[in-house]
């Protein structure tokens, strides 16, 4: 079974801090997504990556594939950045359909 | 243009309204999908249209007819809709189907 797993379920901070979240999957996957989604509905992609590490802005993915594992990292966090964090999977074989994690919920104080 | 954009924003309906939901992008996406979201779940996919021809129909019931004109419109029908249908209502494209995706705003839909 494709599982997704997140941790943590939520995170509050104050504003500066360095912020880590964590996904774990189970099987061998084609690409892994950072999706954010604020209160209101709307998903922005963060990132999109198979390998290695990527960086935007304030943002940063990074993905084992051995370990089975991606973080994503937000350096200076500022309250704008509180949103849900949803990282998903995706599989050459099931036509690269997404399989969603249950999300992070991230506050961050000012 | 670099959006997804999603029409309307807001729906309210009744269970033998006829209603449609419209999402439009001008990427040159080939690919592109609707979702059902309820509270405080992750995404649920509905349908996938990859060139314009629908490849992914997830089990969704009838009453959800999703249609695609031409490569930069994608429309969701809804008719004899049921008060669980009430939901935020997600359209998305991607280049082509297992890249990026790139969402729209949503459209959050009460059936009444």
């Known amino acids: 079974k494709n599982e997704v797993e997140q941790s943590p379920q939520n995170l509050t901070a104050q504003e500066g801090e360095f912020i880590t979240i964590n996904c774990s999957y189970s099987v061998g996957i084609s690409a892994l997504h950072w999706l954010q989604q604020h209160p209101g509905g709307g998903i922005v992609s963060l990132f999109m990556?198979?390998?290695?590490?990527k960086k935007h802005g304030r943002l940063i993915a990074t993905i084992n594939i051995q370990e089975k594992h991606s973080s994503l990292h937000i350096t200076a966090s500022h309250p704008r950045d509180s949103a849900v964090y949803i990282c998903a999977v995706s599989f050459a074989y099931s036509n690269y359909q997404l399989i969603w994690g249950a999300g992070t919920k991230l506050i961050i104080k000012p | 243009d670099t959006e997804v954009t999603q029409t309307p924003k807001h729906l309210v309906m009744g269970m033998t309204n006829k209603k449609s939901l419209k999402c439009e992008q001008h990427m040159g996406h080939r690919a592109m999908y609707w979702y059902k979201q309820k509270a405080k779940k992750p995404p649920e996919l509905m349908f996938v249209?990859?060139?314009?021809?629908?490849?992914i129909n997830e089990s969704v019931p009838s009453r959800f007819s999703p249609e695609c004109p031409n490569s930069s419109l994608l429309n969701l029908h809804l008719h004899a809709l049921q008060p669980e249908d009430s939901a935020l209502y997600l359209c998305?494209?991607?280049?082509?189907?297992?890249?990026?995706?790139?969402f729209g705003p949503g459209t959050r839909l009460t059936v009444t």
């Open positions: 990556l198979s390998s290695g590490k």
């Open positions: 998305a494209s991607s280049p082509y189907p297992g890249t990026q995706q790139y």
């Open positions: 249209y990859s060139y314009e021809k629908l490849s």
